[in-house]
């Protein structure tokens, strides 16, 4: 299949000395094949152009993207800034911890941090909460025999998103639908006119933080309550420096947000993978069998070590974040380049992830890599969740939901005696950008 790119556009051309990729569209830039044809991209654009290239994000501008592995280093660089972000996302991430720096950035942090470290997590007792939610949802699927898989998951992450935030059961639904206007921001074009994607997703932001404000007169109210909404107002109350509520509410919005694409798709892709490759599938069973219930404590993780292999091998091979987007404040060293002040950079997270000079057959997928290891995790091994001062504040959170999966998955089907079996492809449909997912119809069989 040829790459979406535009072949009118076959000009080789130079800005500040780098070669953009040839093929940009008018308006869109290389957005078309970034979203659906990533991998290639990048390992056409290397081959043809070296490591060093311009892409164009279309309304974002073109972005310097790095394929030396010294890239990935510029996450932690202290003049390599995140502003650009809110420049790419002002509706939805302006003013959040995502796109700031230095104390600010530290400041926001320090507060939501400790409620997602593993201590934070047993305090408020998340496992707990999540492990019946994740049971009902996979033996409702056991009933129907088969399921559209991504839909699915995404339901479920939002389910476990909602309770973590102590919304109540029959709030759910009117949840849902201002949820899916305030994603609408994500790909609204510029115009505010009653009926149009920015004035809805405003108006459902407006809702959503609204109803984050009374959350947080809640907590206050009750300071004695545990739970990661509490756990961060106290946060934010007690840290130096009065943080506005706005800040906080922005900042809990976030948090819905971060935690919902990434891991639902995530998820369906365990799935798939479990389905169809039977002997990982009885490796997990024996497994589950073997420690007999979902876990709910992060103590108790190390007792699952192939399901916990499973969720790292898969969010490797498939990074649910390919890019990162970043400012060069200062003039930096990059490999043999000299990047000057001001550049727009690309962290392409997705080569990183399936690099040969990082991972031994990274084209496999191989639980062994991580059952066999004898050393601890090293940022490397985690570079899906970013590095520095803004690696993912959800990593615990996630490892704990993609092992109770596991456990739960394999504990219901196998009691059930079926196993789950892929119905139909992945790859039609399936997305890099701005998250990735397999394709949308992707369905599931248990049987
Ligand atoms: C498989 C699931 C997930 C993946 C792959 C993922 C990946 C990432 C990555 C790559 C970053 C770094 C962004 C950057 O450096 O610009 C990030 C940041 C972040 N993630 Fe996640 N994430 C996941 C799930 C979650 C969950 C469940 C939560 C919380 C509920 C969460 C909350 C956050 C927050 C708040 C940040 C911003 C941190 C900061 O800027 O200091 N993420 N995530």
Known sequence: MNMLLNPLNRRHRLRYDIPVVPGAFPLVGHLPAIACDLPRLLRRAERTLGSHFWLNFGPAGHLMTCMDPDAFALLRHKDVSSALIEEIVPELLGGTLVAQDGGAHRQARDAIKAAFLPKGLTQSGIGDLFAPVILARVQAWRHRREVIILPETGDLMLKLIFSLMGIPAQDLPGWHRKYRQLLQLVVAPPVDLPGLPLRRGRAARDWIDAQLRQFVRDARAHAARTGVINDMVSAFDGSDGALCDDVLVANIRVLLLAGHDTTASTMAWLVIELARRPVLWDALVDEAQRVGAVP???????????????????????????????RALQELQLGQRRIPAGTDLCIPLLHFSTSALLHEAPDQFRLERWL?????????????????????????????EMVQFCIALALTMHKAGVRPRLLSGVEKGRRYYPTAHPSMKTRIGFS
């Open 296 to 326: 709910t404590r992060h103590a108790d993780l190390a007792q699952c070590p192939v399901a916990e292999a499973l969720f790292r091998e898969t969010l490797r091979v498939h990074p649910a974040i390919t890019l990162l987007p970043r």
């Open 372 to 400: 066999q290891r004898t050393e601890p995790i090293q940022p490397v091994d985690m570079l899906q969740f970013g590095t520095g001062p803004h690696v993912c504040i959800g990593y615990h959170l996630v490892w704990l």
